[in-house]
């Protein structure tokens, strides 16, 4: 890393990206979303379908020992959401951590960091498009599985085509579900708790306690736990990037970072302590789909069908919010010179349309692999995208380390939210960071996963270095 690097000469490489109106080709987002829609992002961006149907593979793994899983992923993410909101209070980008790290780690990290995170969403849309789909197969089978994920992935592309308020207006409506299908969750399975409702009893800690005790699997069982919950908080930094965006960029990263501790305590911490207390860890209901075993027990009618719908809108969130993110990275790649220019050309609406088709496209081949080679490629694009969290967040941990002091020497009228302990929270992130990841190597699933994401950041990084030489080739023949 060169020292040049934070010199007040490198913010030309990163310009402000959040124009108050686009044109075409002018490469100007419009800042078309507003407070309600942040804040629904926000709030909603931490609730993912891998809540209502992957916890239940982690509780049947772990035991109610989950629970210290979930808190300790949930420590992680607070850290490092305080660290992206620090920047991007004070500099909002459609790049976020991407173009921070472009700043001030040098052009191979944002370049590195800011396709790696592409290549995860547009894979997401894969995952959720074809999770999606096999719903609403089951309701209509007369469509098939792909028919569906075709119109899905067709319907949001549109959406997103057509303005960012129509994302933020999709995602506002999708998030308000996930958010009232929780907070009914947490009332029922509460008063459920406590005896309250009709032919219940309160159940005390005899689930938590019972059953082989509370760490059933000892206290490894717990990180291992953890390497599955870890993913299920990837999402929750969306809200930076789309707060370049948004009518009042610094008060709704603000209010997003100071609300991530709460948010992950009520939604997940709270909603998880409900399912094993109110069953036990080791039943094949809880493993198969933890809430819908809640609802059932409590007496809920129909409680699978409405769980079908949560996940659902939770699916076509993921989707929606996926595209977004995907294109908003592309298009400040291409604004940065990291990606072909067209990316960084906008519609009359603001709208980055190369951007987006050009994500949709890859999530669409994606698709179409899930379906024809399952087991190979769409296999190896899964698991190569894995561990790419992981790097993203380590990412965001140095490039903070640096940015803070960019942000107290040329913005300290903007330095609105600080890190906590500075800088050991930081190193203390990025060492929590460091034993996922080597953990990752003690199972089967995570082994072959960190192989094959170290492999995508090797190619990555590669194609960065050759970027670099053309770039200083170019400037040098220029000169």
């Given at each position: 890393m060169s020292a040049n690097t934070t010199k007040p000469a490198a913010a030309a490489q990163v310009p402000h990206q959040a124009g108050p109106h686009g044109h075409d080709g002018d490469g100007h987002l419009k800042a078309g979303l507003k407070n309600r829609h942040l804040s629904m992002i926000a709030i909603g961006g931490v609730i993912g379908a891998g809540l209502f149907v992957g916890s239940g593979a982690g509780i049947a793994s772990t035991g109610p020992g989950i629970l210290?899983?979930?808190?300790?992923?949930g420590a992680l993410v607070v850290l490092v959401m305080r660290m992206l909101g620090e920047m991007a209070a004070a500099d909002p980008q459609s790049g976020s951590f991407s173009a921070y790290a472009d700043r001030a780690l040098g052009r191979w990290a944002g370049f590195s960091i800011g396709w790696l995170y592409w290549f995860f969403w547009v894979v997401v849309l894969a995952v959720e498009a074809t999770a999606g789909a096999k719903i609403l197969n089951q309701w209509v089978p007369g469509v098939p599985q792909w028919g569906w994920a075709l119109i899905v992935m067709a319907v949001l592309t549109a959406t997103n085509l057509f303005s960012?308020?129509?994302?933020?207006?999709?995602?506002?409506?999708?998030?308000?579900?996930?958010?009232?299908?929780?907070?009914?969750?947490l009332v029922i399975g509460t008063l459920a708790a406590f005896g309250l409702l009709p032919g219940t009893h309160s159940v005390g800690a005899s689930n938590l306690t019972g059953h082989g005790g509370f760490l059933p699997h000892g206290m490894g069982a717990?990180?291992?736990g953890m390497l599955t919950v870890v993913f299920a908080f990837m999402g929750s930094e969306i809200v930076t990037l789309a707060a370049g965006e948004s009518e009042d960029p610094q008060k709704a990263v603000t209010k997003a970072t100071n609300s991530v501790i709460w948010r992950i305590g009520i939604f997940y911490l709270g909603s998880i302590l409900l399912v094993v207390t109110l069953?036990?860890?080791?039943?094949?209901?809880?493993?198969?789909?933890?809430?819908?075993a809640v609802l059932s027990h409590i007496g809920i009618p129909g409680a699978g069908q409405v769980m079908d719908v949560i996940v659902l809108t939770a699916v076509l969130s993921c989707l929606n919010s996926g595209m977004y993110t995907?294109?908003?990275?592309?298009?400040?790649?291409?604004q940065r010179g990291d990606a072909p220019k067209a990316?960084?050309?906008v519609t009359e609406r603001g709208v980055p349309r190369v951007a987006i088709l050009s994500s949709v496209v890859f999530g669409f081949v994606a698709v179409f692999f899930n379906y024809t080679s399952p087991d190979t490629v769409f296999?190896?694009?899964?698991?190569?995208?894995?561990?790419?969290?992981?790097?993203?967040w380590l990412a965001i941990c140095a490039t903070q380390l640096r940015m803070r002091k960019i942000i107290e020497r040329e913005m300290p009228e903007r330095h609105t939210v600080r890190m906590w302990l500075y800088p050991y929270l930081t190193w203390t992130a990025m060492g929590m960071i460091g034993f996922v990841m080597v953990y990752m190597f003690t199972t089967?699933?995570?082994?072959?996963?960190?192989?094959?994401?170290?492999?995508?950041?090797?190619?990555?990084?590669?194609?960065?270095?050759?970027v670099g030489r053309r770039r200083r080739a170019a400037v040098a023949a220029e000169s």
């Open positions: 210290l899983s979930y808190a300790l992923a960012v308020s129509s994302y933020g207006e999709f995602e506002f409506w999708f998030a308000g579900i996930k958010v009232v299908a929780i907070a009914a969750f717990v990180f291992t069953l036990p860890w080791d039943s094949a209901e809880v493993k198969a789909s933890p809430y819908v995907a294109s908003r990275m592309a298009f400040s790649l291409g990316f960084a050309k296999a190896f694009l899964l698991n190569s995208s894995g561990a790419i969290a992981l790097f993203v089967e699933d995570g082994r072959k996963q960190m192989y094959l994401s170290l492999v995508a950041a090797a190619i990555v990084l590669a194609a960065s270095a050759v």
